[in-house]
């Protein structure tokens, strides 16, 4: 009887770390059967006139987007910035990434490193950036945030299966998405003036900071192979 109990606590257990993932799993079908094609203009038609709904469903968007890797996070920027002033769209827009990074993370923490360790044999990289930058937790998750080659979904759920400290992770992740999460909500801040200064500016800086994060990541990986050898 007492084996009996120990193995039904065991796959009750096993139950709970697995239904994250199944709700993941659900997820990302669903967005790419029914999601894929999903544009701003689509977005904003979905969207309530009242404000505190609006932006109550974008913050609900974000949490959808921690749920797959799928979902395109540039949308909610540029969306925010369509539907709110400036200083608002910013302020939606990080509390949606605060979301963001914090559901996959806490799914990784809890599940832990071992459960974690299949979908890490798909992504090596993010294992051997991790390994490789744990001087610092801080740093660490500023750094994978800033690279931006990596899908972030996947370096929350490890980080957080390696419980690097959640303050610490949070800090860092919030702050290395923060120079495109700006820029993407001027782009939606001016969407509707293509030829003002501020789209035209937004936009360059964009294409910039996402081909910088490129090199960055290249010869970063270059390094870490010549010292390999």
């Known amino acids: 009887m007492p084996d009996f109990c120990q193995k039904a606590k065991r796959g009750v257990f096993f139950l709970v770390k697995i239904l994250p993932f199944l709700i993941c799993l659900g997820m990302a079908v669903a967005f790419f059967l029914y999601g894929r094609d999903l544009s ?7 969207t309530p006139d009242n404000p505190f709904l609006a932006a109550g469903l974008l ?6 987007k921690s749920l797959s890797v799928l979902f395109p996070l ?8 369509t539907l709110f002033p400036p200083a608002v769209a910013l302020l939606v827009n990080l509390a949606g990434v605060a979301i963001c990074v914090s559901v996959p993370y806490g799914i990784g923490r809890f599940a832990g490193e071992a459960f974690v ?3 890490m044999d798909k ?8 390994e490789g930058q744990r001087k610092s937790d801080f740093f660490l998750s ?3 945030r800033v690279v931006g080659c990596l899908p972030g ?3 929350s759920l490890y980080l957080g299966s390696v419980r ?5 992770f949070l800090a860092g992740s919030v702050l290395g998405l923060f120079p495109s999460l700006a820029l993407a909500t001027l782009v939606g801040v001016s969407v509707t003036q293509p030829d003002s200064p501020m789209f035209i500016l937004s936009v360059s800086c964009t294409v910039l900071l996402a081909a910088g994060s490129a090199v960055f990541y290249w010869l970063y990986q270059r390094r870490r192979n010549r010292q390999g050898k």
């Open 153 to 155: 979904d996947v370096v």
């Open 117 to 119: 360790q299949g979908l």
């Open 40 to 46: 701003v203009e689509d977005l904003l038609s979905y």
């Open 164 to 168: 690097i400290p959640y303050l610490r």
């Open 142 to 144: 500023f750094f994978l």
């Open 59 to 64: 913050l609900a968007l974000y949490a959808v």
């Open 123 to 130: 992504y090596p990289k993010v294992r051997r950036m991790v």
């Open 74 to 81: 540039v949308i909610l920027y540029i969306a925010a910035g």
